[in-house]
């Protein structure tokens, strides 16, 4: 039974509760669920519609439940390496890589498109932060691999300045601005399918003499069980600045005495990015 469908019933005889069908096969001792309707799915990975508690199991002589669970993390990571001038002007490399369902729903945004010209065309123009320069894209077509996108970025107006001093929010992609859990309670659990994980790695040279004078905290914060960790790091070096940050949602399903605590997790990752850096030149 779908997710859209409903958990079938567990416990008496029914038909009618289920309205679809996947395979099973064994190699090795290891059993694999498959849907080969899932064009940009890799091996072994159900498609979300499928990750709904539990199927049954047919064979020739009997049935039994399986598990209906994901094998594969949802994982994004960001990658900036660049250089910042004493304009507030940001140019450098931006690359994104993708695995599991992060990078199949990834692939079937792009495959919406007559052509990747189109994709890299429509990504240009509804881009207003940062200008394109140029825009790559491999293993779109191999769900086995890595989908991994690289973009030559020039960001106008990445710092504000204000005398000598710049002052910016170190991110490009993927900061978190809104809570996506904005009930005041939840009697339901919160099933999100699989694990998630997203991280960003900023690179930046600073223009030359300036250092760092004001810049956040670094956190990490954890909800119980290590069911959710978030990690933001920032420090510089020889003249370069490096933000890593990440978030990790352990675990596919918090259940509803989890929901005010994975509330107040978000709320902290927003006010965390929220923050802003400022570097001026060194007096020394």
Same mark, same amino acid.
């Given at each position: 039974?779908?997710?859209?469908?409903?958990?079938?019933?567990?416990?008496?005889?029914?038909i009618?509760?289920?309205?679809?069908?996947?395979?099973?096969?064994?190699?090795?001792?290891?059993?694999?669920?498959?849907?080969?309707?899932?064009?940009?799915?890799?091996f072994?990975?159900?498609?979300?519609?499928?990750?709904?508690?539990?199927?049954?199991?047919?064979? #020739?002589?009997?049935?039994?439940?399986?598990d209906?669970?994901?094998? &594969?993390?949802?994982?994004?990571?960001?990658?900036?390496?660049?250089?910042?001038?004493?304009?507030? #002007?940001?140019?450098?490399?931006?690359?994104? *890589?993708?695995?599991?369902?992060?990078?199949?729903? #990834?692939r079937?945004?792009?495959?919406?498109?007559n052509?990747?010209?189109?994709?890299?065309?429509?990504?240009?123009?509804?881009?207003t932060?940062?200008?394109?320069?140029?825009h790559? *894209?491999?293993?779109?077509?191999?769900?086995?691999?890595?989908l991994?996108?690289?973009?030559?970025?020039?960001?106008?107006?990445?710092?504000?300045?204000?005398?000598?001093?710049?002052?910016?929010?170190?991110?490009?992609?993927?900061?978190?601005?809104?809570?996506?859990?904005?009930?005041?309670?939840?009697?339901?659990?919160?099933?999100?399918?699989?694990?998630?994980?997203?991280?960003?790695?900023?690179?930046?040279?600073?223009?030359?003499?300036?250092?760092?004078?004001?810049?956040?905290?670094?956190?990490?914060?954890? &909800?119980?069980?290590?069911?959710?960790?978030? &990690?933001?790091?920032?420090?510089?070096?020889?003249?370069?600045?490096?933000?890593?940050?990440?978030? *990790?949602?352990? #675990?596919? *399903?918090?259940?509803?005495?989890?929901?005010?605590?994975?509330?107040?997790?978000?709320?902290?990752?927003?006010?965390?990015?929220?923050?802003?850096?400022?570097?001026?030149?060194?007096?020394?």
């Amino acid at each position: 039974s779908t997710r859209e469908n409903g958990i079938p019933a567990l416990f008496r005889p029914t038909i009618t509760d289920y309205n679809y069908v996947i395979a099973h096969i064994e190699i090795d001792s290891s059993d694999y669920l498959l849907d080969a309707s899932d064009v940009h799915a890799p091996f072994g990975q159900l498609p979300l519609r499928c990750i709904n508690h539990k199927g049954n199991l047919l064979t #020739k002589t009997a049935y039994k439940w399986v598990d209906l669970v994901s094998m &594969l993390s949802s994982k994004v990571s960001y990658d900036f390496t660049g250089e910042l001038t004493d304009d507030g #002007k940001l140019r450098g490399t931006l690359t994104s *890589m993708r695995i599991g369902y992060a990078a199949t729903n #990834k692939r079937e945004e792009i495959k919406k498109f007559n052509s990747i010209e189109e994709y890299k065309e429509n990504a240009y123009e509804k881009n207003t932060n940062y200008k394109i320069n140029t825009h790559e *894209m491999y293993n779109l077509d191999d769900p086995s691999q890595v989908l991994t996108e690289s973009q030559e970025i020039e960001f106008k107006n990445f710092a504000n300045k204000n005398g000598d001093e710049l002052k910016f929010i170190p991110f490009i992609i993927g900061r978190t601005t809104k809570n996506p859990f904005n009930l005041d309670e939840r009697s339901y659990p919160v099933d999100l399918g699989s694990t998630i994980e997203e991280s960003f790695i900023l690179n930046i040279k600073l223009p030359d003499s300036y250092t760092v004078k004001n810049k956040p905290k670094n956190q990490s914060l954890a &909800l119980p069980n290590r069911d959710a960790r978030y &990690l933001y790091i920032i420090k510089e070096a020889e003249g370069v600045l490096t933000v890593q940050i990440s978030s *990790m949602l352990n #675990k596919p *399903m918090f259940l509803p005495d989890q929901y005010l605590d994975l509330k107040e997790f978000f709320s902290h990752i927003i006010q965390s990015q929220s923050q802003d850096i400022t570097i001026a030149p060194s007096t020394l």
